[in-house]
């Protein structure tokens, strides 16, 4: 059983975006979560990040919603001046230009916090050394 799982904005973008192509498996993905009580987090870049992308997608209201609902089941990490100054390092070592300092936060929040896995549909996390959750929940 997975005890801690990491939210990424994309999943947060596929639950409020009924269109949008992994709708159905993110709402599949985070009922089997809540069903089994697993810890969730996300961090602040997260949800900043999301905030945007889901006023941009599906207006104002939806994100406030949003940010209402994800109250009520996931817990925020911080992103304070310590976790971003390790992040600049981490950044800098990543070879690839296509991983976002967004998600090079994100695996330095996972690490601090001891999260193994995060809940997202971007496979880059695997080059970080971070395991998808859709390859741990079959």
Request: hydrophobic residues 40%; glycine residues 0%.
């Given at each position: 059983m997975i005890s801690k799982v990491f939210i990424d904005t994309n999943v947060f973008v596929a639950l409020k975006d009924d269109t949008d192509s992994t709708h159905e498996k993110a709402l599949k993905l985070l009922k089997i979560l809540i069903e089994q009580k697993?810890?969730?987090?996300?961090?602040?870049?997260?949800?900043?990040?999301?905030?945007?992308?889901?006023s941009r997608k599906l207006g104002k209201d939806e994100a406030m919603e949003f940010l209402k609902e994800l109250k009520t089941y996931a817990k925020e990490i911080f992103i304070d001046e310590s976790i971003h100054a390790e992040t600049r390092k981490f950044f800098a070592k990543v070879k690839s230009k296509n991983i976002?300092?967004?998600?090079?936060?994100?695996v330095i929040a996972m690490k601090r916090n001891k999260i193994k896995y995060i809940f997202s549909f971007d496979e880059d996390f695997k080059k970080m050394g971070v395991e998808l959750l859709a390859d741990a929940v079959k």
């Open positions: 697993t810890s969730l987090f996300t961090s602040s870049d997260i949800i900043a990040e999301s905030l945007t992308v889901i976002s300092f967004i998600d090079c936060s994100s």
